[in-house]
């Protein structure tokens, strides 16, 4: 089995992080559950994964779909990356009143701690909000057969590097990520 490499797993926490921050932010029908620290959330990720296994080996209980989705959706997994989920979020967010980190840059930035931005610097924090708000943009995709295509790949071309406060805890150098 290949693993993936832990940049990978903590770069899916940090999206869980910033969709957990925009749903907060939007509050209402959007409030996420209580925010999950980085062991609790990869403790769910596996009960989840083993779910996901057990389903695809038909070994799984009846009431393991259900587990599935709870898991999903407390995870936001795949958030910023399924058109589907994107869209639904979008037309709540906008049934509710909206907000300007929807769209734009500098609202968006606010959803980063001080401590992030100044790691991030100018053309970072550019950067994570890029991919955020692109990411965004896979709810529009409806007209244009390569629009979908053109998203992904401004995606790819603005993955975000790992900067949250909550993977750079009290400073420690041992957990000092690169940005």
Same mark, same amino acid.
């Given at each position: 089995?290949?693993?993936?490499?832990?940049?990978?797993?903590?770069?899916?926490?940090?999206?869980?992080?910033?969709?957990?921050?925009?749903?907060?932010? /939007?509050?209402?029908?959007?409030?996420? !559950?209580? @925010? %999950?620290?980085?062991? *609790?959330? =990869?403790?769910?990720?596996? #009960?989840?994964?083993?779910?996901?296994?057990?389903?695809?080996?038909?070994?799984?209980?009846?009431?393991?779909?259900?587990?599935?989705?709870?898991?999903?959706?407390?995870?936001?997994?795949?958030?910023?990356?399924?058109?589907?989920?994107?869209?639904?979020?979008?037309?709540?967010?906008?049934?509710?009143?909206?907000?300007?980190? /929807?769209?734009?840059?500098?609202?968006? !930035?606010? @959803? %980063?701690?001080?401590? *992030?931005? =100044?790691?991030?610097?100018? #053309?970072?924090?550019?950067?994570?909000?890029?991919?955020?708000?692109?990411?965004?943009?896979?709810?529009?995709?409806?007209?244009?057969?390569?629009?979908?295509?053109?998203?992904?790949?401004?995606?790819?071309?603005?993955?975000?590097?790992?900067?949250?406060?909550?993977?750079?805890?009290?400073?420690?150098?041992?957990?000092?990520?690169?940005?």
């Amino acid at each position: 089995m290949t693993r993936a490499p832990v940049s990978e797993m903590l770069l899916e926490y940090q999206h869980y992080l910033m969709a957990h921050r925009l749903r907060s932010l /939007l509050a209402g029908r959007l409030t996420p !559950a209580p @925010l %999950l620290t980085l062991p *609790e959330y =990869a403790s769910r990720r596996i #009960e989840r994964q083993e779910l996901a296994r057990q389903m695809i080996t038909r070994a799984s209980p009846p009431e393991a779909m259900k587990s599935l989705d709870r898991l999903t959706d407390e995870l936001m997994f795949g958030f910023w990356l399924n058109p589907a989920e994107v869209t639904a979020f979008l037309r709540a967010a906008i049934r509710q009143g909206s907000h300007p980190a /929807l769209g734009e840059s500098a609202a968006f !930035a606010e @959803l %980063l701690s001080p401590s *992030e931005r =100044a790691r991030l610097g100018a #053309e970072g924090t550019a950067r994570v909000c890029r991919y955020y708000l692109t990411c965004l943009h896979l709810a529009s995709p409806g007209a244009d057969p390569h629009a979908l295509e053109h998203i992904f790949q401004r995606i790819d071309a603005n993955v975000p590097p790992l900067f949250a406060d909550e993977l750079n805890q009290n400073g420690q150098p041992g957990l000092s990520l690169p940005v």
